[in-house]
């Protein structure tokens, strides 16, 4: 329901798959919920993070914040909260969708980092003609969290959780 006219129904699929191999992740779990009604399915989500953290356990899992607004996003932060209850967590910022976001975590994008996220993102052409899809928008907020913090790049993230 998200994707323009003209594009494959699973374009998504393919360019998140795309995305991810760009940013060098093996192994992308890719579930067939509707746009929109992701709180409709809280459970069944729930069931397949829970499946999912139990499968490969990971050191720290990367998700929406749980103040963000959009309802498939909001859904995933809370519920990923509870299926990752063990493990550390970090809420990326979704700047268009939050009132208000916690800048607690900056980490420092070299150059190499940022073509990669600018590429991953280009992996997105069903997605191109959103404002902050372009590699302009990326490169500017990266530039203010670094200046946040006293360094030419960096992203942001909330510590939803964080086991050292």
């Known amino acids: 329901d998200s994707v323009p006219d003209g594009f494959p129904e699973d374009i998504l699929r393919q360019e998140v798959v795309a995305a991810t191999s760009v940013l060098g992740v093996t192994q992308c779990h890719v579930f067939d919920y509707k746009v929109r009604v992701f709180p409709e399915h809280r459970q069944e989500i729930l069931e397949d993070m829970v499946k999912i953290a139990r499968s490969i356990k990971p050191d720290l899992v990367l998700m929406p914040s749980e103040d963000d607004f959009h309802q498939d996003h909001n859904c995933i932060a809370q519920e990923g909260i509870r299926a990752f209850k063990r493990t550390s967590i970090f809420a990326y910022e979704v700047p268009w969708n939050h009132r208000a976001f916690h800048n607690d975590i ?15 993102l280009a992996a997105y052409k069903s997605q191109a003609f959103r404002n902050y899809a372009n590699e302009n928008f990326i490169r500017s907020l990266s530039t203010v969290r670094g200046a946040q913090v006293g360094i030419p790049q960096a992203e942001m993230f909330e510590a939803v959780r964080l086991i050292i």
């Open 106 to 120: 900056f980490v420092e994008l070299s150059e190499d980092n940022l073509m990669q996220k600018v590429k991953a």
